[in-house]
């Protein structure tokens, strides 16, 4: 079975990572969406809430778990027996940073693999950063987010 996973903050998740995951689910047999619980941020949304909100909206694509994790990925992926990470790229400034990260792994786990998806230019400019700004300041971020994660964060906010 060929699994991989995508990790990140998904502090809130939005349209772009949406579009990631949906391309990865049609390459792989099973995906994995992995939460990484990271203690020296304080993140908006706690790993509860975001698990609940990215499992409502990828509802529609079957092979994929939502999940989360806070060792290390290559560990969590070694004993999950998934063989590949999936990232989302929107810039050379996003190569340069995941480039660094896939060669470290790739070094210490030569049977692990990193693979880039080109993010839809449409999405290029979204991220969970832009997103929380504009929760900040009292703002509409419909266009950015999934339905469902636009009602939460109406709702809580
Ligand atoms: P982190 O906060 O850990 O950097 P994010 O939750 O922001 O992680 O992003 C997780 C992954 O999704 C990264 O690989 C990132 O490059 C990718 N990504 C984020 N936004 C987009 C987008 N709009 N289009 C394509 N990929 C994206």
Redesign the pocket.
Known sequence: MKRAI??????P?????I??FQRASHIFDEVYIGV?N?IR?KPLLSVEERIDLLAQATDHLDNIKVISFDGLLADYMIKEDIQVI?????SVT?YEY?QGQAQIIKAMHPELDTMF????PE???????VVREIIRFGGNCSKLVPHNVYRYLKSRI
Do not use: A, M, W
């Open positions: 995508c990790p990140g903050s998904f502090d998740v939005t349209l772009g990572h579009d990631i990484f990271n941020k999936v990232r989302g790229l929107r996003d995941e998806l080109l993010g839809k999405y290029n400019s979204f991220s969970s950063s």
